[in-house]
């Protein structure tokens, strides 16, 4: 905070000037008080601000101000009265410290709070209400619920944010959380209450608050003083499971997080393929778009390479027409449900045994790989204390020690992060069993479907990979390959193989 102001000077301008110099009022600030207990003893100290720092002049030249002032007097003939006009700004400290010390006791506050696994925000999400009983703890709000379920189902059924808002417009069947709340303190509702936002359904599709946990720090501020909120890293933050009720169960949440890592525009007619976001191409890795009009019908509709540019890209074309890549897709995944659903247990010893061994040589590269890089990393150590002694015994400039260094540090820091994946890798064998146990859960939901659903492709396909097509036999060919969630690709066991494992499971 600062204050400024006028007053009128009479008598002697040498005066004036001499005070305007004085050194005494204008010294460096070294240490600014750290808290409201030091206030008034900085403020008593004749060295508070720079030398001279903060004089200026309008209209004169600080230098000759005094000449330039007896010459205005003298053409004016003004000799008696206010002779001049001195301004100040003082700065008041007190506003500023006060709130600096507030801040720290809040975030200290807040902080003890988020360790403890309390909630930090005072409004809970759409879909829960704070318990009559402990303000501190949240209870599902069953009608708003409803809401959060419905749009969390139609993300997983492929429906983008856009998509479900303009789905939620058009049902006016669930409230928007602003409405809600209005309806329920009995307040006058907005005029639109069904006027859902696309910012609203990504922001609640993105909660991992409605799985039952709660997750402090999200968002952080710069300082004190900034009113804006920054998205905080996920490794920054703080996670406590089981805190609150579940809206949404952990599969539904872990699907629609990995449909919405596969962010698609959504296409002009509106229409949907159960595949976007899924199919690659095989020799350039990118994916494929979805090309659809008003005008076609489905046998029309295709996929082509997102980097084929009529010719001028740098990939092939990969064409592949919708309608064959669903029924080539449907009718593998009939397969595979078939086989799974009669021999699981000859399909699980099988996968385990195949991720066993997987693992198993990626888990042995990977030790051998962190023994070559930790040794490095002991050398890049040897070597700046070895180039530290060169600089202090100026063997090299410091210009050079400076740059060498700095090299030495990117070096060991990348490494020390190559470490920490490779030791994630040799630790993620109870993950891949959870993925296929999650699997085998997907599996059983879906006996001898009629049709193939977005649902469907999203609990069990990971991604598609198309390649090229062959004419080399004058006939077109082209083949895909299927990878399923937690087993990759899958070869499935035909009559005589299924008789050979499990002669008394085999159906008359």
Not at 409 to 414: C, F, G, I, L, V
Request: with cysteine.
């Amino acid at each position: 905070m600062a204050t400024t102001s006028l007053w009128h000077i009479e008598g002697s301008l040498n005066d004036l000037i001499k005070y305007v110099e004085n050194p005494d009022k204008t010294v460096e600030v070294k240490d600014a008080p750290s808290d409201l207990s030091n206030l008034f003893r900085y403020v008593t100290r004749d060295d508070k601000t720079v030398d001279k720092q903060y004089v200026t002049a309008i209209n004169c030249v600080t230098e000759i101000a005094l000449k330039q002032m007896i010459m205005t007097k003298k053409q004016f003939n003004k000799t008696t009265g206010y002779i001049a006009w001195h301004g100040y700004q003082s700065f008041n400290f007190c506003n500023e410290l006060y709130a600096r010390d507030t801040a720290k006791k809040i975030k200290s506050t807040m902080k003890m709070k988020a360790e403890r696994g309390e909630h930090l925000t005072g409004v809970p999400p759409h879909g829960y209400m704070k318990d009559p009983n402990n303000k501190g703890k949240w209870i599902i709000d069953e009608p708003a619920a409803e809401a959060v379920r419905y749009i969390f189902n139609l993300c997983a059924k492929g429906y983008g944010p856009s998509q479900i808002e303009k789905i939620l417009r058009r049902e006016k069947k669930h409230m928007t959380p602003t409405a809600y709340r209005c309806q329920k303190k009995g307040k006058s509702l907005p005029l639109e209450p069904y006027k859902w936002s696309h910012h609203s359904v990504s922001s609640m599709l993105e909660n991992i608050d409605y799985t039952g946990c709660t997750e402090n720090y999200k968002t952080v501020s710069k300082n004190y003083r900034s009113k804006k909120r920054m998205d905080n890293p996920k490794e920054n933050r703080l996670l406590f499971e089981n805190t609150q009720p579940a809206i949404i169960d952990k599969e539904t949440f872990a699907t629609v997080q990995e449909i919405r890592s596969h962010k698609h525009r959504p296409t002009k007619t509106g229409k949907l393929s159960l595949f976007s976001g899924k199919v690659f191409c095989a020799d350039c890795g990118a994916k494929l778009y979805f090309n659809t009009s008003n005008d076609w019908d489905e046998n029309l509709e295709s996929f082509t390479c997102s980097n084929y540019r009529s010719n001028t890209g740098t990939c092939s074309c990969h064409y592949i027409r919708n309608i064959t890549l669903t029924n080539l897709v449907f009718k593998h995944l009939q397969n595979v449900l078939s086989y799974v659903q009669q021999f699981e247990e000859a399909f699980v010893d099988k996968e385990i045994e195949k991720a066993n061994a997987e693992h198993f040589a990626a888990v042995k590269k990977a030790k051998k790989d962190i023994v070559n890089l930790q040794t490095r990393c002991d050398n890049l150590d040897e070597l700046f204390k070895r180039l530290y002694e060169d600089m202090v015994s100026g063997r090299i400039s410091n210009e050079r020690f400076d740059m060498m260094s700095a090299d030495y540090e990117t070096e060991q820091k990348s490494i020390k992060e190559e470490i920490a994946r490779l030791q994630d890798l040799i630790n993620s064998g109870e993950q891949e069993q959870y993925d296929l146990n999650q699997f085998l859960k997907n599996v059983r939901k879906y006996t001898d479907p009629e049709a193939l659903t977005a649902e469907m492709v999203n609990d069990l396909i990971d991604k598609i990979v198309v390649h090229a097509p062959d004419k080399s036999s004058g006939h077109r060919k082209q083949k895909i390959d299927i990878y399923y969630k937690a087993i990759g690709i899958t070869n499935i066991a035909d009559d005589e193989d299924l008789e050979k494992i499990h002669p008394q499971k085999q159906p008359a």
